[in-house]
């Protein structure tokens, strides 16, 4: 069987996608999270963006020159690939499978629309959720406070911004981040839900049929 097609109906493991325009604050959101549930695993994609000075190689992301990354489409070890902003950014299937390996109850995906969608294809049952700004002047205003991008990458991200935000309605949920708190506390309830599903638990209700 292949990766894909015994991770999409595994029920032990919930593939959590989480998406959202640049500045609206999905990685802290994810960093937060991974926090209170230590049993996800987040999932550590491949770039070729060069990192920025609190980013550690094989932590935040796998950094690679764009000679590997193709190697890697080309081996078809990509769960989704796409590129952003001038750079490449890939999922590798090895994530899933390091996962299942430590034991884990699910991985983290920080991955922009692109990615979301191929994740999606590949494994229908993965959760798709989307972080909104509260509005795109404070959208520009967390943009314009990030001191690790120049003024002209700050500008192709907000205009990406609403490019990405038409995506909306692929995604399973949507969180408002305005006040950060209370956004965490709709995603760790979305957690909490998602390992509710019944066809997640079936089995442990027929094994109490059978007594």
């Not at 034991?103 to 191929?118: E, I, M, N, P, S």
């Not at 981040?177 to 760790?188: K, V, W």
Request: charged residues 30%; negative net charge.
């Amino acid at each position: 069987m292949s990766a894909s097609a015994s991770a999409s109906t595994d029920p032990d493991l919930i593939l959590l996608i989480i998406s959202s325009p640049s500045g609206a604050g999905k990685t802290t959101l994810t960093h937060r999270l991974l926090q209170e549930f230590p049993e996800f695993r987040f999932s550590v994609s491949h770039t070729t963006r060069r990192p920025r000075a609190n980013e550690v190689d094989g932590q935040d992301y796998r950094f690679v020159d764009k000679k590997d990354f193709q190697k890697l489409i080309d081996q078809g070890s990509f769960a989704e690939w796409a590129e952003v902003h001038g750079h490449l950014y890939g999922t590798s299937l090895t994530e899933i499978e390091r996962a299942r390996s430590e034991d884990k109850h699910g991985v983290l995906f920080d991955v922009d629309c692109q990615g979301a969608r191929q994740i999606k294809e590949k494994f229908p049952d993965a959760v798709g959720v989307f972080i909104l700004p509260p509005s795109m002047d404070e959208l520009r205003r967390r943009l314009d406070g990030r001191g690790s991008d120049n003024e002209e990458s700050r500008r192709r991200r907000f205009e990406k911004a609403r490019e990405e935000i038409e995506h909306y309605p692929f995604f399973d949920y949507m969180i408002v981040n305005d006040e950060l708190q209370q956004a965490l506390a709709e995603l760790r309830g979305i957690v909490l839900a998602e390992g509710c599903r019944q066809w997640r638990v079936a089995a442990k209700a027929e094994a109490l049929l059978e007594r």
